[in-house]
């Protein structure tokens, strides 16, 4: 984890480097600086997968996963929030949001939340 930081520091730190350069040095915008910048762009993204990834294993408990059935979980939801206007997916998007706000507050994490965002 501790090398995935740092590779995603770097690629942040490349990219800061190339904009200030374009706005203060001004400096060229061509195609190849642009490809340069959708690269890293691309990289920091791929790496902000893997670093979510890791954190969702750590952040979920084994026993957890071992009884709920991932695909029947995402198709209720997904069955339940697909008339955005019902009761139903207000209650359960007014639900989300709720605990989201109060485990920023604690500085938590839900594994409830962590499947949602698995389902989607």
Request: net charge positive; glycine share 2%; no cysteine.
């Amino acid at each position: 984890m501790q090398r995935l930081t740092r590779t995603v520091a770097s690629v942040e730190r490349k990219l800061s480097n190339l904009f200030k350069a374009i706005e203060k040095d001004g400096l060229r915008l061509d195609a190849h600086l642009k490809g340069r910048i959708a690269d890293l762009q691309d990289e920091r993204e791929k790496l902000a997968v893997r670093v979510a990834d890791l954190k969702i294993k750590v952040a979920v408990p084994k026993d957890l996963l071992a009884d709920v059935s991932l695909a029947a979980f995402s198709a209720s939801i997904r069955a339940a929030l697909s008339d955005r206007s019902s009761a139903t997916a207000k209650a359960i998007l007014r639900l989300f949001v709720d605990e989201d706000k109060d485990l920023q507050q604690r500085k938590a994490r839900s594994p409830v939340l962590i499947l949602v965002w698995l389902t989607f």
